[in-house]
T-cell receptor
Framework: DSGVTQTPKHLITATGQRVTLRCSPR?????VYWYQQSLDQGLQFLIQ???????AKGNILERFSAQQFPDLHSELNLSSLELGDSALYFC????????????FGSGTRLTVV | GQQVMQIPQYQHVQEGEDFTTYCNSS?????IQWYKQRPGGHPVFLIQ?????EVKKQKRLTFQFGEAKKNSSLHITATQTTDVGTYFC??????????FGSGTRLLVRP
């Protein structure tokens, strides 16, 4: 157990639907990051939050949005889902802006059918 | 934007052989990190390099950061079957986001 909790572990949904992925960071970590990993692909940076504020944005689609709540957990919302959104979505956390290694959760595998 | 390239994409070695993966960034990095992802698992942090020309060792793993802080390498001596997985470098250009390379998938024949 890495200390970063992601739910659900698996999600199967139809095209056009909307889903929410949830992440609880490791205790004490203020930063949360979301990454997308497609089959046999690298990790694509989506977005970062630090203590509730959006800090950095990657190539995140307009159909995707995220937020970090006062208790520091984060949610990634994916809407108008397409087949190409099928991927592993990882959440990671770190101990503040002076990054020293990310701790990743076990991921949510999203399948869009 | 910042790009991090990693080669080779795949490496298949006989157990006991050495393995090296190389990482190049399009921009100067403040630090570089290395991660390992086992099949079906999540990335696990291995090490961070910060200083120009820095070399760090973890048992059979040797990590190097280039003098210009734009490239890095990971060398594994005498691979074992437990080394199987995908090795990612990740560059931090101080823009609050870590950009991952495409990864090198290591397969080890017993």
């Amino acid at each position: 157990d890495s200390g970063v909790t992601q739910t659900p572990k698996h999600l199967i949904t139809a095209t056009g639907q909307r889903v929410t992925l949830r992440c609880s960071p490791r205790s004490g970590d203020l930063s949360v990051y979301w990454y997308q990993q497609s089959l046999d692909q690298g990790l694509q940076f989506l977005i970062q939050y630090y203590n509730g504020e959006e800090r950095a944005k990657g190539n995140i689609l307009e159909r995707f949005s995220a937020q970090q709540f006062p208790d520091l957990h984060s949610e990634l919302n994916l809407s108008s889902l397409e087949l190409g959104d099928s991927a592993l979505y990882f959440c990671a956390s770190s101990g503040g802006p002076a990054n020293y290694g990310y701790t990743f959760g076990s991921g949510t595998r999203l399948t869009v059918v | 934007g910042q790009q991090v390239m990693q080669i080779p994409q795949y490496q298949h070695v006989q157990e006991g052989e050495d393995f090296t993966t190389y990482c190049n960034s399009s921009t100067t990095l403040s630090n570089i990190q290395w991660y390992k992802q086992r099949p079906g698992g999540h990335p696990v942090f291995l090490i961070q390099l910060v200083k120009s020309g820095e070399v760090k060792k973890q048992k059979r793993l040797t990590f190097q950061f280039g003098e210009a802080k734009k490239n890095s390498s990971l060398h594994i001596t005498a691979t074992q079957t437990t080394d199987v997985g995908t090795y990612f470098c990740a560059g931090d250009d101080s823009s609050y986001k870590l950009i991952f390379g495409s990864g090198t998938r290591l397969l080890v024949r017993p």
